[in-house]
């Protein structure tokens, strides 16, 4: 509970090498809290480890190899003799015409951001079943409550997620186990860069769409990831309240507006979030 001491926690944070996993790692490890950062890219994990004062480990994790997750649980099992905390942050952006998105794009963002969470949560589920206790969070997304234009293999990645924690959560309550779905809209990481790749024989039709998307995924506007972080974890300490978590204002904000939205504002509103009224109404992109 605030105001008193914390129970010094055991969490595993998958993609800890970047982004708000990165962040979540320090936060975490900052609170006096054993941390296990997992990701693919153990350059990026150093990285996040030397900026912390002890209480990390990196261990390999793959989220795309079941084999990969099961072993990445055991081993902290056998270091911690559990864990009290899983924080499955791993995940890829992809964005672009959905017409021309080929289907293993498809494949590739649902194996990364729904599956990848799905072999985590099952790896994690016998140990913290077998102890009564502990909380696991999907970092989800604003796209996991309403699809923007040009981001169909994101939104669907995220949809899946929430719709898989809303069964989860009243199937191991029983167990002592919580699940949580961390909800941020933007964030001020390199998460979009290069998320709409260029591929070959595309066509004329959604050039500028496309070109769009490019343009608005190398900005750096959002919230700033350690805020969320700060949210995730303080989240992880105190696990109580409702399955769904809008992380920092602007998220909040837009999750209590839909609720009251017809399908035709919701549309509305998605064209104008992603900036894309223009295509919409047939019209060029704006400069500048």
Same mark, same amino acid.
């Given at each position: 509970?605030?105001?008193?001491?914390?129970?010094?926690?055991?969490?595993?944070?998958?993609?800890?090498?970047?982004?708000?996993?990165?962040?979540?790692?320090?936060?975490?490890?900052?609170?006096? /809290? $054993?941390?296990?950062?997992?990701?693919? #890219?153990?350059?990026?994990?150093?990285?996040?480890? /030397?900026?912390?004062?002890?209480?990390?480990?990196?261990?390999?994790?793959?989220? #795309?190899?079941?084999?990969?997750?099961?072993?990445?649980?055991? %081993?902290? +099992?056998?270091?911690?003799?559990? +864990?009290?905390?899983?924080?499955?942050?791993?995940?890829?952006?992809?964005?672009?015409?959905?017409?021309?998105?080929?289907?293993?794009?498809?494949?590739?963002?649902?194996?990364?951001?729904?599956?990848?969470?799905?072999?985590?949560?099952?790896?994690?589920?016998?140990?913290?079943?077998?102890?009564?206790?502990?909380?696991?969070? %999907?970092?989800?997304?604003?796209?996991?409550?309403?699809?923007?234009?040009?981001? $169909?293999?994101?939104?669907?990645?995220?949809?899946?997620?929430?719709?898989?924690?809303?069964?989860?959560?009243?199937?191991?309550?029983?167990?002592?186990?919580?699940?949580?779905?961390?909800?941020?809209?933007?964030?001020?990481?390199?998460?979009?860069?290069?998320?709409?790749?260029?591929?070959?024989?595309?066509?004329?039709?959604?050039?500028?769409?496309?070109?769009?998307?490019?343009?608005?995924?190398?900005?750096?506007?959002?919230?700033?990831?350690?805020?969320?972080?700060?949210?995730?974890?303080?989240?992880?300490?105190?696990?109580?309240?409702?399955? #769904?978590?809008?992380?920092?204002?602007?998220? #909040?904000?837009?999750? $209590?507006?839909?609720?009251?939205?017809?399908?035709?504002?919701?549309?509305?509103?998605?064209?104008?979030?992603?900036?894309?009224?223009?295509?919409?109404?047939?019209?060029?992109?704006?400069?500048?």
């Amino acid at each position: 509970m605030k105001g008193e001491r914390r129970q010094r926690l055991r969490v595993l944070v998958t993609g800890g090498g970047s982004g708000i996993g990165a962040a979540v790692v320090r936060r975490a490890a900052a609170g006096g /809290h $054993s941390v296990f950062a997992g990701g693919r #890219r153990f350059d990026a994990l150093r990285e996040t480890v /030397h900026k912390v004062d002890g209480g990390v480990w990196t261990l390999p994790l793959n989220v #795309r190899d079941e084999s990969s997750c099961q072993a990445a649980i055991a %081993a902290m +099992v056998n270091a911690l003799s559990g +864990v009290d905390v899983l924080i499955c942050s791993a995940g890829v952006a992809s964005a672009g015409a959905f017409e021309e998105t080929p289907i293993d794009e498809f494949k590739r963002v649902m194996d990364v951001n729904f599956l990848g969470v799905v072999r985590m949560a099952k790896a994690a589920l016998p140990a913290m079943r077998e102890a009564g206790s502990g909380v696991i969070i %999907a970092v989800s997304s604003l796209s996991g409550l309403i699809g923007l234009p040009g981001d $169909s293999p994101y939104a669907a990645s995220k949809f899946a997620l929430e719709g898989a924690f809303e069964s989860l959560a009243p199937e191991i309550a029983r167990f002592g186990v919580k699940v949580f779905l961390a909800e941020p809209g933007g964030v001020a990481t390199e998460f979009m860069q290069d998320a709409v790749p260029s591929r070959a024989g595309e066509s004329d039709v959604y050039r500028t769409f496309n070109d769009f998307l490019k343009n608005a995924g190398r900005g750096s506007g959002g919230a700033d990831a350690d805020v969320i972080a700060a949210e995730i974890v303080d989240l992880m300490e105190n696990p109580i309240g409702p399955l #769904r978590r809008p992380l920092g204002d602007q998220a #909040r904000s837009v999750a $209590s507006k839909l609720d009251m939205m017809s399908d035709e504002a919701r549309a509305q509103f998605a064209l104008n979030a992603a900036g894309l009224a223009w295509w919409a109404n047939g019209d060029e992109p704006p400069r500048g």
